[in-house]
């Protein structure tokens, strides 16, 4: 009996053994971290491919055109553009960003970084992550909206930090800011004049605002 009872154990053992291979084949493999997109050289031609982000503060990203060819890592200044799946990034260059000093009120200027295109028109406006350590609260990852427009020839930038631990003071002074570098716009200024940070989150204010901005074409 005891033989028996040990031979049956090892046989349901066995059983689930095997059972459990089977469904380890059978089981669906995992998603590739690349997605279907292109990018354009400095040249203006286009190569299609798949992408997927590489480590780094840039926001630099990993190319291959097809799963047997080998990846290649680009940097903002060896592309004019990407496009990953539906999102777009453009190069952007001498960007100042509310980062490392933004506690103290100051931004500090990226030499190159791949920015987030929200809206492209008049205003062209985007969405900028960066990654770092605030001198004071040693925060880490920083999202800064930019907007871009040239005036007589001459391209201005401003910049509205969204996640940086700016003080209520350097804010003001931001918005004011903002209000001057959209003055040719009375919906957008009258936006900022009326921002009451206890009233919004960062997301529900400058969703709209960014809606405001394409509307203006």
């Known amino acids: 009996m005891k033989r028996c009872f040990i031979l049956q154990v090892i046989i349901s053992l066995l ?3 095997s059972s459990l291979v089977a469904q380890k084949k059978t089981k669906a493999p995992k998603k590739t ?3 279907p997109g292109l990018i354009m050289l400095n040249d203006s031609s286009v190569v299609e491919g798949f992408i997927k982000k590489a ?3 840039r926001g630099d990203i990993w190319f291959r055109q097809s799963d047997t060819q080998d ?3 680009y940097r903002p200044s060896e ?3 990407y496009k990953r799946d539906s999102v777009v990034f453009h190069s952007l260059f001498k960007t100042p960003l509310y980062s490392y000093y933004a506690s103290l009120g100051k931004t500090v200027e990226e030499p190159e970084i791949f920015g987030q295109l929200l809206s492209d028109g008049k205003i062209r406006a ?3 992550l960066s990654y770092g ?3 004071i609260t040693s925060s880490g990852i920083f999202i800064n909206y930019i907007f871009i427009k040239d005036s007589a020839g001459i391209k201005q930038t401003a910049t509205l930090p969204i996640i940086a631990p700016v003080t209520r003071k350097r804010e003001r002074i931001i ?5 001057y570098f959209f003055q040719d716009y009375p919906k957008i200024r009258a936006y900022f004049r009326n921002y009451k940070r206890e009233r919004w989150s960062p997301w529900e204010f400058h969703e709209p605002l960014i809606e405001l901005i394409k509307a203006e074409g």
Not at 175 to 179: G, N, P, R, V, Y
């Open 15 to 17: 059983l689930i053994s």
């Open 71 to 73: 990846a290649k890592r």
């Open 133 to 135: 350590s605030d001198v």
């Open 126 to 128: 985007y969405s900028v």
């Open 79 to 81: 592309l004019k553009m």
């Open 33 to 35: 971290e690349y997605d």
């Open 55 to 57: 480590n780094g503060k």
């Open 175 to 179: 918005l004011a800011d903002l209000e």
